[in-house]
């Protein structure tokens, strides 16, 4: 997972390689973080709101594609790789099968794992 750290060493090597775009794209993460943070009580960002940001982002741009903007796939592109990787669905399928053989059949105890 990205961190705020991250971002802005992300937004300063954008900036020395002068890609305009990546700037703009990251620039537009950040701002939306600090956002989340300052709404919620004014306190300091966490990783946690870099991901929701980084989410909402994602959603504007892939829109930004029906409307055939330009760039806008490089910087869907972009955003997707800050992203954590999600589990495949035969991954989810082995972790419930391993939660079941350890658990057996009780799914309260599946859930909270």
């Known amino acids: 997972m990205k961190t705020v750290t991250d971002l802005r060493v992300a937004i300063l090597t954008a900036k020395k390689e002068k890609d305009l775009n990546k700037v703009t794209a990251l620039t537009m993460v950040l701002s939306e973080t600090l956002s989340i943070a300052k709404s919620d009580g004014n306190r300091e960002p966490v990783d946690n709101d870099v991901l929701t940001a980084l989410k909402r982002t994602l959603k504007k741009s892939e829109q930004s594609l029906e409307y055939k903007v330009p760039g806008a796939d490089d910087e869907v592109n972009l955003l997707k790789s800050f992203l954590p990787e999600s589990m495949s669905d035969e991954q989810i399928q082995t972790l419930v099968a391993?939660?079941?053989?350890?658990?057996?059949?009780?799914?309260?105890?599946?859930?909270?794992?």
């Open 98 to 113: 391993e939660l079941k053989n350890q658990h057996g059949a009780n799914k309260g105890l599946i859930m909270k794992a």
